[in-house]
């Protein structure tokens, strides 16, 4: 059964930057596209690589969808599900993120 476990608190995430979260053994990079409480999390693994980097890629908007591109190659990730633009068979995982009270909160 997941839990929901607090990360930090939302102001600890500048605007339109990712960070990384240990939760358990899971590597979660969690967004904060926008100023304001909306956050994502997905895997912070980028699996073409099997590198702990997409916490530090840039967000971009595309088509109405908010993706992170891998600092290592460019390979696009959505941030509502964690799909692959270039290689559907690449997707990453995807957790439920809220803020709640101010705090950033990932299920897990």
């Given at each position: 059964?997941?839990?929901?476990?607090?990360?930090?608190?939302?102001?600890?995430?500048?605007?339109?930057?990712?960070?990384?979260?240990?939760?358990?053994?899971?590597?979660?990079?969690?967004?904060?596209?926008?100023a304001n409480d909306e956050?994502?999390?997905?895997?912070?693994?980028?699996?073409?690589?099997?590198?702990?980097?997409?916490?530090?890629?840039?967000?971009?908007?595309?088509?109405?969808?908010?993706?992170?591109?891998?600092?290592?190659?460019?390979?696009?990730?959505?941030?509502?599900?964690?799909?692959?633009?270039?290689?559907?068979t690449r997707s990453v995982?995807?957790?439920?993120?809220?803020?709640?009270?101010?705090?950033?909160?990932?299920?897990?």
């Amino acid at each position: 059964m997941s839990q929901w476990n607090t990360i930090c608190k939302i102001d600890d995430i500048v605007p339109a930057t990712g960070v990384c979260a240990l939760i358990g053994e899971h590597q979660i990079a969690i967004f904060r596209p926008r100023a304001n409480d909306e956050v994502y999390a997905i895997s912070n693994i980028d699996p073409f690589f099997k590198a702990s980097v997409l916490s530090r890629g840039i967000i971009a908007e595309h088509q109405g969808d908010l993706w992170v591109a891998s600092p290592l190659k460019k390979q696009r990730f959505r941030l509502r599900d964690g799909a692959c633009m270039e290689d559907e068979t690449r997707s990453v995982a995807h957790f439920d993120a809220r803020v709640k009270d101010g705090q950033v909160q990932v299920r897990a």
